[in-house]
């Protein structure tokens, strides 16, 4: 873990001690690979904590695990989720802003469809074709408080290319919220180590009063994942 980097605290972190080991009882059909993912996924308490708590991905602990210790999330904000498929993010987000009580408005696109959420407005398409920042403004009912991003790749198996495509997500994604950003707005993007988010970085660090690299619990210890909080939105020179 790079210098500066946060690893949340305990508290978007399910359940108490260690629980027992499931093993998958058979490998049949599966490559190594497969049978390593399902491992993983039947022995994650997040994954759990997810179908238990009604949440579509166990990605919702990466944002309200960010959220607890930034605490950027508050009722009555304007927030866009970028990349929201499977919806976890945006559940978290209503859940939060509360828009059903007024003032609050949450927003969110991904190329994959995404059944509907109460409270949230999802729109279906690639947030990176040219149309899809007006199509996300002209739902906006004033400038947003909050934009996030764990917009991601299809998978490569090539880290590099990885890191590269996922960074191209991420400056994007910085691009539309400082088009859309109120002052003192916050913007949360997920990133992937490797030496290129130098650029994007720079760019927050001018734009944004503080800029905290975290690794939430439910960010897996073997992925090069890590979340970008950029607050207090200034707007560039």
Do not use: C
Request: no cysteine.
């Amino acid at each position: 873990m790079s210098k500066g980097t946060k690893k949340s605290g305990g508290g978007d972190r399910p359940g108490g001690g260690r629980g027992k080991t499931t093993r998958v009882k058979t490998a049949r059909g599966r490559t190594v690979s497969q049978q390593r993912w399902l491992q993983r996924q039947l022995n994650d308490p997040f994954v759990e904590a997810a179908k238990r708590e009604g949440y579509r991905s166990r990605a919702a602990y990466k944002l309200s695990g960010l959220d607890d210790q930034v605490k950027f999330l508050k009722p009555g904000l304007r927030v866009i989720d970028l990349g929201a498929a499977p919806g976890g993010w945006t559940q978290v987000a209503v859940q939060r802003v509360k828009p059903k009580k007024g003032g609050g408005q949450v927003i969110g696109i991904d190329l994959t469809p995404v059944d509907p959420i109460a409270g949230a407005t999802i729109l279906e398409g690639d947030f990176m074709a040219d149309d899809a920042p007006d199509r996300l403004k002209a739902l906006m009912e004033g400038p947003v408080d909050v934009v996030l991003s764990d917009m991601a790749a299809p998978a490569t198996g090539h880290p590099q290319t990885a890191h590269l495509r996922i960074m191209a997500l991420a400056e994007a994604a910085q691009d539309f919220a400082e088009q859309v950003l109120a002052p003192g707005g916050v913007f949360v993007a997920k990133v992937l180590r490797g030496g290129t988010e130098r650029t994007l970085l720079e760019r927050l660090k001018r734009g944004f009063e503080k800029v905290r690299h975290i690794k939430p619990a439910a960010s897996r210890a073997d992925s090069a994942e890590i979340f970008v909080v950029a607050t207090g939105f200034r707007g560039l020179d």
